[in-house]
């Protein structure tokens, strides 16, 4: 064991490791060391005992250690109405979505909740996060100070709205310009935050305000979030509004908002010349399976489009989505596959070690965090420790027939239990035990 670099410190557990494959190394008893930055040092069998004497290595035998898990699409302000309404989209949005958002004018729901999401994503083993927030500057300002205390990676930024929807939650072209550069200024990669430029979506914004959006996003390098191509009545009012554009694509195109670092939540219902272009500009669509199937939108053909070279996500888009569990989204991406391709007669589906790929290495991907996402030497130590043994289907036992790691990992996405993370750690710091 290379021991040069001394440890900060390390654990002791099982451990299960994504690949860029779409398959997972299992390793029953392995050591992962890191150092004082909280970067990996050494992962791989357990040294001699001697050789970590005086270091402080934790002892985790019975749980399993997994990469902090990755979201890649949700919004903070909707978090407290999770799993209410029987809606499809658009309706959805007016009578839910729109009155939650404007309550975070106060800044005291918008503290409280801001915490209260934090500490949840932690809480349910999720290390980094892409939000939306609210419209409002001022909730901005609270959620990026909240996830600085919770420690947490939090990439995010206020939904940019300036038509369409009720006046009280409406920017300007001008007003947005200012808010982003203060908040670049003030939290863009800083400690673990970073600003994301995040136009609703095409129904809410101007095209001067898109425009600006694309122009933002490319001057200053951040991240673009909006939604595409999520509802069919979506899709047929976006192209009401933008007559001239040749696809709802076609209007985040010529506004400047499709490039390398643009993530476009569902993309449900896409022509395959709306595909060629994202391909081309190398954006990313992350799929929301739970939102789908919540809001009724549709099946996005995730397996099809990743076989097509396409660059892809994974979100839990609450509230569309009705869990903030990275792991119950697991579950549903891998049954939603499994449906379409009975239906379809599709060859391929997502297994669950797809899906974890996908939640960890291929998320961190996605965002440009080559350092999140596996075990390895010099990626960040971002990792959660879970008790598979609360999945299993006899209450209180630690050991039953079904234990082999592979096992456990089914059990764990197939039965997700809302308190079977029991610490989560970034760049080696521990930001939440149970
Ligand atoms: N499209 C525009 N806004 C939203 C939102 O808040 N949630 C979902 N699922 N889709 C959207
Ligand atoms: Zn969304």
Not at 56 to 66: G, W, Y
Not at 67 to 85: K, M, N, R, S
Not at 164 to 184: A, G, H, I, M
Not at 348 to 372: F, K, P, W
Request: aromatic share 8%.
């Amino acid at each position: 064991m290379k021991t040069k670099n001394a440890a900060a410190k390390g654990i002791i557990a099982s451990f299960v490791n994504p690949t860029s494959s779409g398959k997972v190394e299992y390793f029953e008893k392995a050591c992962l060391l890191w150092n004082t930055e909280g970067e990996i040092t050494y992962f791989g069998d357990v040294p001699p005992l001697e050789t970590l004497a005086g270091q402080s290595v934790l002892l985790r035998e019975n749980f399993i250690v997994l990469p902090g898990l990755i979201d890649l699409h949700t919004h903070l302000p909707q978090y407290e109405f999770v799993a209410q309404g029987e809606h499809a989209l658009l309706p959805w949005l007016e009578k839910y979505t729109y009155p939650q958002e404007a309550r975070f004018r106060e800044s005291r729901v918008a503290e409280e909740q801001s915490r209260n999401f934090f500490e949840s994503c932690l809480s349910l083993g999720t290390t980094t996060v892409v939000a939306y927030l609210s419209p409002f500057f001022e909730a901005a300002a609270i959620a990026f100070e909240e996830a600085t205390k919770a420690k947490i990676r939090a990439y995010m930024g206020p939904a940019l709205m300036d038509r369409n929807v009720p006046p009280d939650l409406q920017t300007t072209v001008n007003q947005t310009e200012k808010d982003s550069l203060f908040l670049l200024e003030k939290y863009h990669k800083k400690k673990n935050t970073e600003f994301v430029v995040t136009p609703r979506f095409a129904i809410t914004c101007s095209e001067e305000l898109l425009a600006l959006s694309g122009r933002l996003s490319q001057e200053y390098k951040t991240l673009l979030q909006t939604h595409i191509s999520e509802n069919v009545d979506e899709v047929h009012e976006t192209l009401r509004l933008f007559p001239t554009a040749s696809s709802y694509a076609g209007v985040y195109d010529r506004t400047g908002c499709l490039h390398e670092r643009t993530l476009l939540g569902h993309g449900i219902h896409l022509s395959s010349e709306e595909l060629r272009i994202i391909q081309e500009r190398k954006s990313v669509l992350v799929h929301c399976p739970t939102s789908n199937s919540f809001l009724g939108s549709g099946i996005m053909p995730y397996r099809l489009f990743k076989e097509q070279g396409l660059s892809m996500g994974l979100g839990t888009d609450v509230a569309g989505g009705y869990s903030l569990s990275l792991f119950d989204e697991m579950r549903t991406m891998v049954e939603v596959s499994k449906l379409r391709s009975s239906l379809l007669k599709e060859e391929s589906t997502v297994s669950v070690e797809n899906a974890l790929c996908q939640a960890t290495l291929l998320n961190a991907r996605a965002i440009g965090r080559d350092d999140l996402g596996s075990f390895a030497v010099g990626k960040k130590a971002d990792f959660i420790v879970v008790d598979s043994s609360m999945a299993n289907p006899l209450l209180n036992e630690r050991k039953n027939n079904y234990d082999a790691l592979s096992e456990k990992l089914q059990r764990i996405v197939y039965r997700s239990h809302p308190q079977m993370v029991n610490e989560s750690f970034i760049a080696g710091e521990k930001v939440f035990a149970r």
